[in-house]
């Protein structure tokens, strides 16, 4: 089932740029800080297409105690992926896309999304309980963004999307290099 969670904040501080990490004791300041580029490109709107309800709620909580002012959608299959991106008026900044989907998959997700004209500018971050570098390869060529193992542990997948976040904000949401594709294995 598609869903939609709001992560609500009240106080937003624009963090340095740089490799300094956002403050984990957000909580307890109150201090919130956004996504955002040097440039101004903020994350605000994250789509995530996983049909396992539990990998879902899982990635919501975990976004949910990150400090960032970040809005969570969720889609259940490819076909609900497709059919929600096309009918939007406004895309998502980023979207997690898990692989193995009923449907759809996620590869065959990827594939229209970049070959639309519309969408292919989405930055799409494959995000996956499986990881064969072969199937990464493809994956990268399509034009994928990042590669995210899912981690089986919270404070792990905590890291990884706070992680993919902040290097997608940085690098302006472009591909990185091949070598930097997989984020976390």
Request: with cysteine; net charge negative.
């Amino acid at each position: 089932m598609g869903g939609y969670c709001s992560i609500v904040t009240f106080l937003e501080v624009i963090r340095e740029l740089g490799r300094q990490s956002v403050p984990w004791d957000a909580q307890k300041t109150g201090v919130v800080h956004p996504v955002v580029h040097e440039m101004h490109k903020t994350i605000r709107n994250l789509l995530l297409a996983d049909d396992d309800e539990d990998d879902c709620i899982f990635f919501k909580e975990a976004l949910e105690s990150l400090p960032v002012d970040i809005s969570l959608a969720t889609v259940s299959d490819g076909e609900q992926l497709m059919k929600f991106l096309i009918a939007s008026e406004k895309l998502p900044d980023v979207l997690f896309l898990d692989l193995n989907m009923p449907r759809k998959t996620g590869v065959e997700c990827l594939t229209l999304i970049k070959s639309e004209d519309r969408l292919a500018k989405l930055s799409v971050v494959i995000y996956s309980t499986s990881l064969d570098k072969d199937v990464a390869d493809v994956l990268y060529q399509k034009g994928a963004s990042y590669y995210i193992r899912k981690p089986s542990e919270f404070a792990k997948l905590k890291e990884a999307i706070h992680n993919a976040l902040i290097v997608l904000a940085q690098t302006d949401f472009k591909q990185p290099s091949k070598d930097k594709f997989i984020l976390y294995s």
